[in-house]
């Protein structure tokens, strides 16, 4: 296992592919960790030296206090890039990740070669329904993230998916389950106050915008207004649910892939 030591703390990362590739970061949405990317590394490592971490509050990085903000998580991504001496890279981030890579496309552009944010909007849900979990898992606890587990799989997947994949549906759910309370609390807290609508012009980096059809926690709405408000951006939309990575597999990395490598 490797970890970058950060102010506060570890941030756990793996580093696959050829060395001498251009770097692909990939950060994951709120509730899972790094090997929601699983299915998509023996592609992404053909052509990417694949830089994948857990967020912090996830897997086996660092928990601290909370709320965070995604300036916060965005920053992280920064000093794992400072300290593995990579100056810029492609980003490719979902949902949570997705907010990352917008905030690291108005912000630090100069880190990012190419973007693609997946399954995200500029602003993800209503204080009153963050507020709401924030409250039940910090009062519940790991009862708490068991519950959420159980109901995300109706979220995060189809049910034609769900039914024929349930072992893959299993392994990605239980990562939230597994998800540190306290840190998953804190990470609400970042989505919940992230709100990029007026920001995203800002964005000067060749973007893609991917959406999932059945994605009822970002609907393909919000794709489309990052689209519209992020010049030149590029769109694609797979039936899936929320983690169209999975659902969508081979189609949605082959067109990470298209895009990153286009001139």
């Known amino acids: 296992m490797a970890f970058v030591q ?11 592919g050829p060395e001498g590739a251009p770097v692909l970061v990939l ?54 890039l400072d300290a593995l001496g990579i100056q810029r890279a492609h980003f490719c981030g979902l949902s949570m990740g997705g907010l990352i890579g917008q905030w690291l496309g108005i912000h ?16 993800i849900g ?14 519940d606890g790991s ?8 109901a995300s799989i109706a979220r995060w997947f189809t049910a034609d998916f769900a039914a024929a994949n349930p072992h893959q549906a299993k392994q990605i759910t239980d990562m939230l389950a597994a ?20 920001q995203l012009s800002l964005i000067k980096v060749p973007t893609l915008v991917i959406a999932g059809t059945e994605d009822a926690v970002t609907p393909p ?21 929320h983690l169209s990575n999975v659902q969508a597999d081979a189609a949605f990395s082959d ?3 298209k895009f990153l490598l286009a001139r």
């Open 108 to 123: 630090a552009s100069e880190r990012l070669q190419r973007l693609v944010v997946c399954n995200t909007a500029a602003k």
């Open 27 to 80: 950060s994951n949405s709120l509730g899972t960790d790094l090997h929601m990317w699983d299915i998509q590394i023996p592609a992404f490592t053909e052509h990417f030296r694949v830089l994948r971490y857990d967020t912090r509050g996830h897997g086996k990085s660092l928990v601290t206090e909370g709320p965070y903000s995604i300036e916060q998580l965005g920053r992280d991504v920064i000093a794992l």
């Open 255 to 257: 067109r990470v892939i």
């Open 221 to 241: 709405a919000g794709s489309h207004f990052i689209q519209s408000h992020v010049r030149g951006a590029e769109y694609a939309e797979f039936y899936a649910a």
């Open 179 to 198: 998800t540190s309370p306290k840190g998953y609390a804190a990470n609400c807290g970042a989505v919940r106050d992230a709100d990029f609508r007026e």
């Open 143 to 150: 009862a708490a993230m068991v519950a959420l587990r159980d």
């Open 6 to 16: 950060l102010a506060e703390g570890e941030l756990h990362y793996q580093l696959e």
């Open 126 to 139: 209503t204080p009153d329904t963050w507020n709401s979990r924030i409250e039940m898992v910090l009062r």
